[in-house]
């Protein structure tokens, strides 16, 4: 059948699957919103506030479903608004594909106005950009963007469509996407050096990256450990992936990790990093990192085998792949003496905080246990973000979205949005600083625009708090521009965009708080005051041994 271009980019996400898009309309992107307009029944558009906003509810709701999510902007500023939330998806290998449009193909490369090589700007920062010029090419164009989002280790793709080729017509027929296979690429001989390397230890750990949660592996990481009887670590993407309640696990590894993670992993004589990139802020000192254990990385992404630390084992493949295969190998083992040795530790270090005032660690602990543990939580960047990592249990993937690799302030509040259009039966809390909640607080207008039912916490130390911690233990206090304590009224700006607001400023107040937001079945903020100075503990110095971890009874 003949169609246009716009038909075409509306049939191809129909094939997709997709149901949602987020974005932003413009002239160059007129004919495809033209489109929308007509399928408006099969394909839900989400205006948000701003085109950042929208490719992070895109990747919000990429994180929380599983599929891909997908944004739209027009030419020219609108496209590049969309490359911070681009780059965070790239980075935490998230499946996104980003549509943009440009100016008509003869006024490419002419300076005109609102023209920006997009397709070019976005090649750091996509596994793909595309720009089509031809209506011909447009279909399988997309149909390959979708492919490449979601294969191996996903991440987001940029197709640019000029607005000409949303105009012409061609022949268009249907084609069904193909089932995804799982896959490994692994030797026999590397199989059986990695299962020789867990036989002969004594004092394994498993280090669990976010590659868990992509490949769908829960369930074999528990076998795993079970098999293995190991203790688990995890990274800020990996939340969920593991029970965060279950008696092998350790809490968070590196900076920000607990003390039993980071002298546990220092301890041990075998390291296995399960779908992890062995980031900077997990392994500190890359020399001192485990430096007496032998490693086995397991990874979908050979480009991450010896990237960042040298392993002495690995196995290339789908996690989930992986581990069936492997577990289906292994006997049953017992590291008594190691386990017992684990406990020690977390006796001895567990996670604390001053409980006599209200605090962000006391608000996600009341979140917890008022939601049950049941809620899905994103955040933004900073001192929350740590503390929502340290003192919220999460027992199931997809339960925790967080902007990892870039860290991206500004991130929370569209991808709550995101996740809650892609899961509505959830109950999703973005948990923001001040700091953080400035950047893009402009999309409580898209909740209360479509009656998202989220909750915003905002936690208000007047302060950026992570930055102010820095310049306190390593700056000798020399708060150079990190104090916020304006006249900013987040409660009045909040209901000025639409939302409901409440203010805490005393514990007791907390769960009267979240129970009152969760029974309004709308979109609310809640603002949690704390004091400036409050930091975030365990922490290790920048690029020193995870083992030098200290908190701050090591400071007094």
């Not at 989930?320 to 492997?326: A, D, N, P, R, S």
């Not at 006599?356 to 608000?363: D, K, T």
């Not at 900013?488 to 700006?493: A, E, L, S």
Request: aromatic content about 6%; hydrophobic content about 40%.
């Amino acid at each position: 059948m003949q169609l246009t271009g716009s038909e075409i980019v509306l049939e191809c996400l129909k094939e997709q699957g997709v149901d949602t898009v987020f974005g932003y309309p413009g002239g160059t992107i007129l004919n495809i919103y033209d489109e929308l307009y007509k399928h408006s029944d099969e394909i839900r558009h989400i205006l948000t506030s701003h085109e950042q906003g929208a490719a992070h509810a895109a990747d919000g709701y990429a994180r929380a479903t599983g599929r891909v999510g997908v944004c739209m902007a027009t030419s020219g500023p609108g496209a590049t608004n969309l490359v911070t939330g681009i780059a965070t998806a790239f980075m935490d290998s998230v499946p996104m594909v980003a549509i943009t449009a440009n100016v008509n193909l003869p006024m490419l490369g002419k300076d005109s106005f609102q023209e920006v090589d997009i397709a070019g700007v976005t090649i750091p920062i996509t596994k793909h950009s595309f720009i089509v010029k031809n209506v011909a090419d447009l279909a399988p164009t997309l149909r390959r963007a979708f492919d490449i989002a979601t294969s191996g280790r996903p991440g987001p793709v940029l197709v640019d469509i000029t607005k000409d080729v949303t105009a012409a017509t061609c022949e268009y027929t249907p084609v069904k996407p193909k089932e995804k296979e799982r896959s490994a690429s692994y030797s026999p001989e590397e199989m059986e050096r990695v299962l020789e390397y867990i036989r002969a230890a004594e004092k394994p750990y498993i280090y669990l990256g976010g590659g868990a949660i992509l490949s769908e592996a829960s369930a074999e990481v528990a076998e795993f450990a079970e098999l293995i009887d190991a203790p688990v670590c995890d990274t800020l993407m990996a939340k969920g992936a593991f029970d965060g309640t279950g008696p092998r696990y350790t809490g968070m590894i590196g900076m920000h990790g607990t003390k039993t993670s980071n002298l546990g992993v220092s301890q041990c004589d075998l390291l296995i990093a399960l779908g992890a990139r062995f980031s900077d802020r997990v392994i500190g000192n890359p020399h001192k990192f485990a430096e007496n254990a032998k490693i086995i990385h397991l990874d979908i992404d050979a480009a991450e085998i010896n990237k960042n630390i040298r392993v002495d084992a690995s196995l290339v493949g789908d996690l989930k792949v992986v581990l069936t295969e492997l577990n289906k190998r292994l006997e049953k083992m017992q590291h008594t003496e190691w386990m017992h040795t684990i406990q020690e530790l977390k006796e001895k270090y567990p996670l604390k905080y001053d409980g006599s005032r209200l605090s962000c660690p006391y608000v996600m602990e009341t979140i917890d246990k008022v939601t049950g543990g049941e809620a899905l939580i994103t955040t933004d960047v900073g001192q929350h973000q740590m503390w929502a990592a340290q003192y919220y249990h999460y027992t199931k993937p997809r339960t925790f979205l967080s902007s990892g690799g870039l860290g991206t302030m500004g991130y929370g509040l569209g991808a709550c949005i995101g996740a809650q259009v892609g899961q509505p039966d959830k109950l999703c809390i973005n948990i923001a600083g001040d700091g953080c909640f400035r950047m893009n607080m402009n999309e409580l207008a898209t909740a209360s625009r479509y009656n998202i039912p989220i909750i915003q916490v905002v936690i208000n130390n007047h302060v950026l708090g992570m930055v102010r911690q820095w310049q306190t233990l390593f700056y000798g206090k020399r708060y150079s521009q990190t104090v916020l304590n304006d006249k900013v009224d987040f409660c009045k700006v909040a209901e000025g965009l639409g939302c409901a607001a409440i203010r805490v400023t005393e514990k007791e107040e907390v769960a009267p708080a979240l129970e009152k937001a969760i029974a309004m079945k709308a979109p609310v903020l809640i603002e949690c005051v704390i004091p400036e100075d409050d930091k975030v503990f365990p922490m290790v110095p920048a690029g020193a041994p995870i083992a030098d971890v200290f908190d701050g009874d090591d400071l007094t």
